[in-house]
């Protein structure tokens, strides 16, 4: 009963290094969402799809690129890592997208940029 | 343009004792509201939800109430246990927008 996947768990660039973050759910979700979370700034909506093949933009997508080829994957990507983007980043994902469907998160990446 | 709001980043309360978090929103388009519970090291968890049609939504310890008129909830935890203390998250969806916006979290800590 894996729920939603995330790796790695940890990582640190080098100010330009790319690099790409993994997330997997076995719940057969249609939705799946990245948010990164920073002190006093909460959880952040980056990226999110509504199914196999979509993506959409959220509240902070600048730097950051996001794939969904198949249905239980969504990847993100930070081609040029900047040291804005240390922050720890949850996949989440969910049935129905709204309403009473809670999201299902990962543990987190840490991600440091130095 | 922060559209859910907590505004308390920090709570601590007596084991015991009644917990209460707030949120503000500011989009009258929000139709659906969630609280989520987050232990260091781990992703959110899903605590209680409630439609904009209600104005309370009670589960065990936990209820939540909506003031739709204020644009406010609350979470409200009672009796309080040292295992509450967590960070919690009030979250708005819209009907067919396909996402959650977040607040900033209120830490909460409960002493033993």
């Known amino acids: 009963n894996a729920g939603v996947t995330q790796t790695p768990k940890f990582r640190v660039l080098k100010t330009g290094q790319s690099m790409t973050l993994l997330c997997a759910q076995d719940?057969?979700?249609?939705?799946m969402y990245w948010y990164r979370q920073d002190p006093g700034m909460g959880l952040r909506l980056i990226h999110y799809?509504?199914?196999?093949?979509?993506?959409a933009k959220g509240e902070v997508p600048d730097g950051y690129n996001v794939s969904r080829l198949k249905k239980q994957n969504f990847l993100l990507g930070l081609e040029s890592a900047a040291p804005s983007q240390t922050s720890v980043y949850f996949c989440?994902?969910?049935?129905?997208?709204?309403?009473?469907?809670?999201?299902?998160f990962g543990n987190g990446t840490r991600l440091t940029v130095t | 343009d922060q559209q859910v709001k907590q505004n308390s980043p920090s709570l601590s309360v007596q084991e015991g004792r009644i917990s209460i978090l707030n949120c503000d929103y500011t989009?009258?388009?929000?139709?659906?509201f969630l609280w989520y519970k987050k232990y260091p090291a781990e992703g959110p968890t899903f605590l209680i939800s409630?439609?904009?049609?209600?104005d309370k939504n009670e589960d065990g310890r936990f209820t939540v109430f909506l003031n739709k008129s204020a644009k406010h909830l609350s979470l409200h935890i009672v009796p309080s246990q040292p295992g509450d203390s967590a960070v919690y998250f009030c979250?708005?969806?819209?009907?067919?927008?396909?996402?959650?916006?977040f607040g900033t979290g209120t830490r909460l800590k409960v002493l033993a």
């Open positions: 989440a994902s969910s049935s129905q997208g709204f309403g009473n469907s809670p999201l299902h």
């Open positions: 979250a708005a969806s819209v009907h067919g927008a396909y996402k959650y916006i």
């Open positions: 409630i439609s904009s049609i209600k």
């Open positions: 799809s509504v199914g196999e093949g979509t993506t």
């Open positions: 989009n009258s388009m929000f139709d659906y």
């Open positions: 719940m057969n979700h249609e939705y």
